[in-house]
Nanobody, 114 residues
């Protein structure tokens, strides 16, 4: 049984910061690269950042330099530190393996607005 539980979202003003967390159960975390994804209203879900089991990272251009992905293998948790948030970052944020699996959590809403 794979379970992914995202948390840490909220309402923040432009330029603000949030730190998202994703607790993973099951074997998915120990053996998988992990990723953060988001889905904005009316748009497809997109990958934002990924991290391998060894800590290698990748970012899409739209978040590069603003977002940082990390993982704590002792806690089966992956994080997304988001700085310099923009209104266009408003979306529901999810974590999953990379490549993603069928197991999605409920996501956490991030709203960037003044």
């Amino acid at each position: 049984q794979v379970q992914l539980v995202e948390s840490g979202g909220g309402l923040v003003q432009p330029g603000g910061s949030l730190r998202l967390s994703c607790a993973a159960s099951g074997s998915i975390f120990r053996i998988s690269a992990m990723g953060w994804y988001r889905q904005a209203p009316g748009k497809q879900r997109e990958v934002l950042a990924t991290i391998t089991t060894a800590g290698g990272t990748y970012y899409v251009d739209s978040v590069k330099g603003r977002f940082t992905i990390s993982r704590d293998n002792t806690k089966n948790t992956v994080y997304l530190q988001m700085n310099s948030l923009k209104p266009e970052d408003t979306a529901v944020y999810y974590c999953n393996a990379n490549p993603y699996t069928m197991y999605w959590g409920q996501g956490t809403q991030v709203t960037v607005s003044s």
